[in-house]
């Protein structure tokens, strides 16, 4: 733990945004501070936050498998499943939304929920986590030097704080692309990496949504897309679908909307595939789900909202099919605009590969290799 | 021998007078010429852009960009963040023809690529430069 | 189901778009004059769809229009019915409708449709009007008069000069910024039909006028133009709510004139720069218009959508959907008496991408 800290926390104090990416966005009521980091790195990895102590943040976003846990979907409380893939935590600080759906503002937001949901934590609400927190000397002393906080005021905003200033400090760029791109290396990339950036930019249509810029890649434009992921589940049923959710949501007295929606989305299939649609209700947001940033992709399979394809081969084929498995499959219905058939030949999908592999920072292939 | 030298001479100068022959002369002859040189150049341009491109899928230019509006050449160079960097007008030209219109692009410096700039910009002339604006 | 009217079913919470749309408080304001005749329905206009070869079609123009049939089915309560704005085809070829009719058929409800000249200059109109029926037509929907327009027709003079084939006229048509076309009209025998109808009703009724072409004058060289325009408008005039919906020119447009409220709809298809942008002419967008956001080319759909239309006491509200954009409402202002854009009609709120230069 200390060492990772050590590793990403030395250059972050320095305040020197990592190669190919911009500064952390830091937001002015949640400023960094080495204790609140390290606060929030304990609180990352307290399984006590769960119904069966078991379950932490780092459950699913555990540091040894690119802060993700390389299953399809994610098993929480009881080994009990939900419907979507763990996004990693690396580099989520650059996102505008969390969350596949985009339904959580901020970091600070996305820490609260996964504790109180039925498949994840299991908890009932936060009282629990509360409770534990404020009957912990090392907590108290903690919260007390970081928030100036009594044990007794202790609050959720609190620890969505702090760790969300953990995950401020997971931040990684300096990967070979990087190198070759910002640092001047042209050495950097090989051959076929090389003509994979170029297919990457160009007949692979691939920079519209995953950024590459002239001084910066964040690889995500933080936007919702329908690319035809999982759509075969609704398919034929995107209205009665959409309608029901709805009409369940309009009913709900004892949750907030929110939470009513983060329950849903993980615990029913169809309804996890309206996507951003069950957080906006706009039609044109059917089955859209959030840009994933490509950084360290080859360490975070399987890949996708709901985990579905396991190689980065696989993704590119779905690509290549213009959003779909095979090139028969039927397209969604709510298929977005910049998706279509590509026809890369047999090497240019190699190359595509190829590049995506040179995304992974040399820290975190260290840290997965531990 | 002086003699000849000196009517050498003077036909020069005759010749001189009438043909510009002084490379920083050109008259108002080279400049209806060079014109029409351009013009053949901008009507070459402008049928390219209205169905002269042979793409696969039928489209043309003019579909989205009637009298090539929205083009917006007097911004170039500029960060086109379609391609991620900043590029000069072809190659967003050549961005269209090979998403849009789903065909081959056109290289740099072919004559195509110079007819289609010429139209474009011709259809804008008159409207400052303003290279950087998105 | 029971067709409820808006404020019914707002009472009941269980409204799919309404109150995502405007806010509650807005929504009863609109209604509130305790009609019970308010009613919705939905728009679709231009997808286009153009023939390759074989069964191949231009893929952008057919997920254009199969996505704006998916998300109108979404509607709950269903619309009343939908219209179909005109240019099914890009080349009228009966291919081509055909196919965009087929992918019609996934639409659920009644569908009404208008001509566009891409549906009709190939055959005038032939295989159009086997498939669909008469291109101009009248109906009464809940105390509304709904009339139908074919407002693409041109002079003879240019429709039948010697073409050295139909295809051509076709093409010359279809190329917006055509130096050798023709302006569209609603025409002389069209807008006597027009009196007769209109003559049935009372001026009370609220009118709502469907054409393809903008029975406007707001650009003559792009054929955004009904070139008489003033005399369909002056049989207009003397109704108390008028409103004209028209396609065409594939972007958001609306302007008041007198009586009688102008909306554009948008294009599943493709979008259009707005005139003003070519600086070699002048032309005439309405002032009140505050312009839909500059596509981005990558995203095929964006700067395309559909729209549904709220009809509260005889005047309408425009409910843009628009893909990859924030959605859109144009209102009718009861105070000021013409559409209003419900978030961007003061110049302070317009955002960059409005900004077409």
């Not at chain 3, 910024?177 to 006597?192: A, T």
Request: proline share 6%; charged share 25%; with cysteine.
């Amino acid at each position: 733990m200390l060492k990772y800290i050590l590793l990403c926390c030395i250059p972050f104090l320095v305040t020197a945004a990592p190669l190919g990416l911009p500064p952390v966005p830091v937001p002015e009521n949640n400023q960094q501070t080495p204790e609140k980091i390290a606060l929030g790195d304990k609180l990352y990895h307290d399984k006590r936050f769960s119904a069966d102590g078991k379950v932490s943040c780092a459950t699913c976003h555990e540091e040894t498998k690119a802060f993700t846990d390389n299953l399809p979907v994610s098993k929480g409380f009881r080994g009990l499943t939900g419907t979507r893939n763990a996004p990693t935590v690396i580099n989520s600080a650059y996102m505008k939304t969390l969350f596949w759906d985009g339904r959580e503002p901020d970091l600070e937001g996305q820490s609260k929920q996964p504790p109180i949901n039925p498949v994840e934590g299991g908890l009932p609400d936060h009282i629990p986590i509360l409770k534990t927190i404020t009957s912990d000397p090392d907590y108290q002393v903690s919260f007390k030097k970081v928030f100036n906080v009594a044990a007794a005021d202790i609050t959720m905003e609190h620890v969505s704080k702090a760790i969300a200033s953990f995950e401020r400090t997971i931040v990684s760029g300096n990967s070979p692309f990087d190198q070759y791109q910002y640092g001047g290396n042209k050495e950097a990339l090989t051959v076929a990496q090389i003509r994979g950036l170029d297919l990457f930019r160009n007949k692979g249509r691939c920079v519209s949504c995953h950024r590459i810029e002239e001084t910066q890649a964040l690889f995500t434009d933080n936007r919702f897309h329908n690319i035809g992921i999982g759509f075969k589940k609704i398919q034929g049923k995107e209205d009665e679908t959409a309608h029901n959710f709805l009409q369940q949501k309009r009913a709900e007295k004892n949750k907030s909307a929110k939470d009513f929606v983060d329950i849903a989305v993980l615990s029913n299939e169809r309804v996890s595939e309206l996507g951003r649609f069950a957080v906006t209700e706009n039609p044109t947001n059917v089955g859209a789900f959030k840009t994933s940033t490509l950084r360290n992709i080859e360490l975070t399979a399987p890949y996708m909202h709901d985990g579905s394809l396991e190689t980065l081969e696989d993704v590119v084929d779905f690509y290549n099919n213009g959003g779909r498995v095979k090139e028969t499959d039927p397209l969604s219905n709510f298929l977005a605009g910049g998706i279509r058939p590509l026809d890369l030949s047999d090497e240019e999908k190699a190359d595509l590969v190829s590049f995506l592999k040179a995304l992974t920072s040399p820290k975190i292939a260290k840290l997965a290799k531990q | 021998m002086i003699k000849i030298t000196l009517t050498l001479a003077i036909n020069l100068l005759i010749l001189a007078s009438s043909q510009a022959i002084f490379a920083d002369e050109f008259t108002t002859e080279d400049l209806q010429r060079w014109q029409a040189e351009y013009q053949s150049v901008l009507d070459k341009g402008e049928k390219l852009f209205h169905g002269g491109i042979k793409s696969k899928n039928t489209m043309s230019c003019d579909q989205c960009h009637p009298n090539a509006t929205n083009t917006h050449p007097e911004t170039y160079p500029k960060f086109q963040q379609q391609l991620g960097k900043v590029v000069v007008l072809g190659e967003m030209i050549n961005w269209c023809i090979m998403n849009p219109l789903e065909t081959d692009p056109l290289p740099l410096d072919s004559a195509d690529m110079a007819a289609l700039q010429t139209y474009i910009t011709h259809e804008r002339r008159g409207v400052k430069l303003e290279p950087g604006k998105h | 189901m029971k067709q409820l009217n808006r404020r019914q079913f707002l009472k009941r919470g269980g409204a799919l778009l309404a109150a995502g749309s405007l806010p509650f408080s807005l929504v009863e304001v609109a209604f509130g004059k305790g009609s019970e005749e308010n009613f919705t329905f939905a728009y679709i206009s231009d997808s286009h769809i153009t023939h390759i070869k074989g069964n191949q079609f231009v893929r952008n123009w057919d997920r254009g229009l199969i996505r704006a049939i998916a998300e109108t089915n979404l509607m709950d309560p269903r619309p009343d019915f939908t219209f179909y704005g005109g240019d099914i085809a890009q080349l009228g070829k009966p291919e081509e409708i055909d196919h965009g009719l087929e992918i019609l058929g996934g639409l659920r409800g009644k569908l009404y449709q208008v001509m566009g000249e891409h549906d009709y200059y190939v055959d005038l109109g032939e295989h159009w009007r086997n498939q669909l029926g008469p291109d101009h037509y009248s109906f009464d929907h809940k105390g509304v008069h709904f009339v139908v327009l074919n407002s693409i027709l041109t002079t003879d003079e240019w429709t039948h000069q010697n073409w050295e084939t139909p295809m051509h006229r076709m093409k010359a048509m279809a190329r917006l910024d055509n130096p050798n076309g023709s302006p569209f009209m609603v025409g002389d025998k069209q807008r006597e039909w027009l009196k007769n109808d209109l003559d049935k009703i009372s001026k009370d009724t609220p009118v709502i006028v469907f054409s393809h072409s903008p029975l406007q004058k707001i650009y003559k060289g792009w054929n955004f133009w009904t070139d008489d325009a003033e005399q369909v408008q002056a049989l207009l005039r003397p109704f108390k709510k008028v409103t004209v919906l028209y396609g065409h020119v594939h972007q958001i447009q609306y302007n008041q004139i007198d009586n009688i409220s102008f909306h554009a709809v948008m294009a599943t298809a493709w979008p259009w720069p707005y005139p003003s942008s070519y600086k070699q002419a002048e032309s005439h967008l309405p002032k009140l218009t505050i312009e839909m956001n500059r596509a981005d080319p990558f995203h095929e759909r964006d700067a395309t959508g559909w729209q549904f239309i709220n009809v509260a006491t005889g005047n309408v509200d425009m409910h843009y959907l628009l893909p990859d954009n924030q959605n859109r409402i144009v209102g009718f202002d009861r105070e000021l008496g013409h559409p209003v854009d419900k978030r961007y009609q003061l110049s302070k709120n317009a955002i960059p991408p409005q900004r077409h230069y």
